[in-house]
């Protein structure tokens, strides 16, 4: 938050989460942000602007054990619990083609105290930004 209010430089923030991780694999990418939308109240909060990306490919750089207990531990603990690997069967990631693909800053306001409504305006508009831009370069 402190970071945010500065109003220098960037701040990324890797909204999907353990779920992600483990509901995702080489041959199917999935986005979990329905759920997730503390990350607008905090940039409505902070005056900080919000900018749609996606990381083309990067569900086959990296191997990531999705066994269901670990995924269990890891929502018990708040950490991702996993072993992964690429290259060689180390941790390096594999020569593949990745695309990152980001849209405009979404322009959000200022609002020191976001009402729900506020939160699921924007997030709604998020979402919506993010769906264009898979569809534009899937």
Same mark, same amino acid.
């Given at each position: 938050?402190?970071?945010?209010?500065?109003?220098?430089?960037?701040?990324?923030?890797?909204?999907?989460?353990?779920?992600?991780?483990?509901?995702?694999?080489?041959?199917?990418?999935?986005?979990?942000?329905?759920?997730?939308?503390?990350?607008?109240?905090? @940039?409505?909060?902070?005056?900080?602007?919000?900018? /749609?990306?996606?990381?083309?490919?990067? *569900?086959?750089?990296?191997?990531?054990? *999705?066994? @269901?207990?670990?995924?269990?531990?890891?929502?018990?603990?708040?950490?991702?619990?996993?072993?992964?690997?690429?290259?060689?069967?180390?941790?390096?990631?594999?020569?593949?083609?990745?695309?990152?693909?980001?849209?405009?800053?979404?322009?959000?306001?200022?609002? /020191?105290? /976001?009402?729900?409504?506020?939160?699921?305006?924007?997030?709604?508009?998020?979402? @919506? &930004?993010?769906?264009?831009?898979?569809?534009?370069? &899937?």
């Amino acid at each position: 938050k402190k970071r945010l209010s500065r109003r220098k430089g960037s701040c990324i923030l890797y909204v999907g989460g353990m779920i992600e991780l483990f509901r995702s694999s080489p041959t199917q990418e999935a986005v979990f942000l329905k759920q997730r939308k503390g990350f607008i109240k905090l @940039a409505l909060r902070t005056g900080a602007d919000v900018m /749609p990306c996606y990381l083309f490919g990067n *569900t086959t750089a990296l191997v990531a054990l *999705t066994w @269901a207990p670990l995924a269990a531990i890891s929502r018990r603990i708040g950490v991702s619990v996993t072993v992964f690997w690429g290259r060689w069967g180390l941790p390096v990631p594999k020569p593949v083609k990745l695309t990152y693909a980001r849209g405009r800053p979404l322009g959000l306001p200022h609002i /020191p105290e /976001p009402t729900m409504e506020d939160v699921d305006k924007y997030h709604a508009l998020y979402s @919506a &930004k993010l769906v264009e831009l898979f569809d534009r370069y &899937k």
